[in-house]
């Protein structure tokens, strides 16, 4: 039976942008074809070329949207109102482990390693957790302990087991009572005795 045409559908160009979320989820990038989101957003075919410039400015926008909602979520973590150490602890544990944010996350990332244009999103998104994180923190922490929720976050991903929950908290508590770091020496001719 063929699907009902929508002849007013003023949702389809976000329909086919949650569409081609979930076709990246199940299948890469590579795996992902007008055909394969218009079918999962239940669209004509001819609709993704009448919304996107081709699959490359579709991945694009559904990349962005991804990072906004990801950034979102970040966001609300660290304005709960929760000391920064309990939220950063609580965003690894508890929002990070959706598999499919996982996989979407390491797709955009691999792809951003190639294509600059995708690096331009990826950078962005990072700026945006450092300066939520700097809202709490100095700059140089809030990249190391931006750098720590990153790497947990590829971790999890690629890790055939769970991270342990302790070594993540004890791992934000350091970054975060650590003592600073003392400026290191200016480089020039030794003093004189």
Same mark, same amino acid.
């Given at each position: 039976?063929?699907?009902?045409?929508?002849?007013?559908?003023?949702?389809?160009?976000?329909?086919?942008? +949650?569409?081609? $979320?979930?076709?990246?989820?199940?299948?890469?990038? *590579?795996?992902?074809?007008?055909? %394969? &989101?218009?079918?999962? /957003?239940?669209?004509?075919?001819?609709?993704?070329?009448?919304?996107?410039?081709?699959?490359?400015?579709?991945?694009?926008?559904?990349?962005?949207?991804?990072?906004?909602?990801?950034?979102?979520?970040?966001?609300?973590?660290?304005?709960?109102?929760?000391?920064?150490?309990?939220?950063?602890?609580?965003?690894?544990?508890?929002?990070?482990?959706?598999?499919? +944010?996982?996989? $979407?996350?390491?797709?955009?990332?691999?792809?951003? *390693?190639?294509?600059?244009?995708? %690096? &331009?999103?990826?950078? /962005?998104?990072?700026?945006?957790?450092?300066?939520?994180?700097?809202?709490?923190?100095?700059?140089?922490?809030?990249?190391?302990?931006?750098?720590?929720?990153?790497?947990?976050?590829?971790?999890?991903?690629?890790?055939?087991?769970?991270?342990?929950?302790?070594?993540?908290?004890?791992?934000?508590?350091?970054?975060?009572?650590?003592?600073?770091?003392?400026?290191?020496?200016?480089?020039?001719?030794?003093?004189?005795?």
């Amino acid at each position: 039976m063929a699907p009902a045409v929508r002849r007013h559908d003023p949702h389809r160009r976000s329909r086919i942008v +949650d569409a081609c $979320l979930d076709v990246i989820a199940a299948h890469g990038v *590579a795996g992902t074809s007008h055909r %394969r &989101v218009a079918a999962a /957003a239940d669209v004509p075919l001819g609709s993704m070329t009448y919304h996107f410039d081709g699959l490359d400015d579709l991945l694009l926008v559904a990349f962005a949207r991804f990072a906004e909602q990801q950034s979102a979520r970040f966001d609300a973590h660290l304005t709960a109102g929760t000391p920064v150490q309990d939220a950063v602890v609580a965003l690894i544990r508890d929002n990070l482990t959706d598999q499919r +944010d996982l996989i $979407l996350t390491q797709e955009l990332y691999t792809l951003a *390693a190639r294509e600059p244009s995708f %690096r &331009v999103l990826t950078n /962005a998104w990072m700026a945006r957790s450092r300066a939520t994180l700097e809202r709490h923190l100095d700059p140089s922490t809030a990249r190391m302990l931006d750098a720590v929720i990153e790497g947990v976050t590829l971790h999890r991903a690629l890790d055939t087991e769970e991270p342990d929950p302790g070594v993540v908290e004890e791992a934000v508590r350091r970054i975060l009572v650590a003592d600073p770091v003392p400026p290191a020496p200016a480089a020039g001719p030794a003093p004189r005795a």
